[in-house]
């Protein structure tokens, strides 16, 4: 069996089983009937949607599949910022300290599902939404911005989430 031929079946079957975990979070039962009819749904639609949703050069399989003990402390680390920046949002407004600008900057991570984690990331704290995902260049709304220097900028906005998910995902 040739290689490429492998790896699209196994394309098919990992996206099968994460539409089956979706199958099984919607529907919220495990009687058979629903099982067998989640698993073949699940496999029809991979069938025809493989392509869209692994791509042909993500073979890496820490690409694919997280380390899931560092993806709970990833989510722990972001309601963690989002209730921080929520407060600090809050007292900025109150006392009239806004200083709004959009600001640019490159991420290091080389996964697609890790930036575009990372965006949601930034997105979902307070103060700041991702504008632009471009490759590995985010274009970011800040509503207190200290700095516009993009490095620096970078650093203070994504580094506690972007260190999590260069070990989470590659």
């Known amino acids: 069996m040739q290689v490429n031929v492998?790896?699209?079946?196994?394309r098919i079957i990992i996206t099968t089983l994460y539409l089956m975990v979706g199958?099984?979070?919607?529907?919220?039962?495990l009687e058979l009937a629903s099982l067998i009819t989640?698993?073949?749904f699940s496999l029809v639609v991979a069938l025809l949607t493989y392509r869209f949703f692994i791509a042909e050069n993500e073979a890496g399989r820490r690409?694919?599949?997280p380390r899931v003990h560092l993806l709970v402390v990833f989510a722990l680390l972001l309601v963690f910022k989002m209730y921080v920046a929520s407060f600090?949002?809050?007292?900025?407004?109150?006392?009239?300290?806004?200083?709004?600008?959009?600001?640019?900057?490159?991420?290091?991570?080389?996964?697609d599902v890790a930036r575009v984690i990372l965006a949601n990331?930034?997105?979902?704290?307070?103060?700041?939404?991702?504008?632009d995902l471009d490759d590995d260049h985010l274009v970011v709304h800040w509503l207190n911005a200290v700095t516009t220097h993009s490095r620096?900028?970078?650093?203070?906005?994504?580094?506690?989430?972007?260190?999590?998910?260069?070990?989470?995902w590659i």
């Open 23 to 29: 199958w099984l979070l919607f529907s919220g039962t």
């Open 152 to 168: 620096y900028a970078g650093d203070l906005i994504k580094k506690p989430f972007e260190e999590l998910l260069k070990r989470i």
């Open 38 to 40: 989640g698993v073949f």
């Open 6 to 10: 492998r790896w699209r079946i196994v």
């Open 88 to 111: 600090k949002v809050l007292f900025d407004l109150l006392r009239g300290r806004v200083n709004p600008r959009i600001v640019h900057f490159r991420t290091r991570l080389k996964s």
């Open 63 to 65: 690409a694919l599949f």
């Open 121 to 131: 990331a930034i997105t979902m704290t307070p103060g700041t939404v991702s504008i």
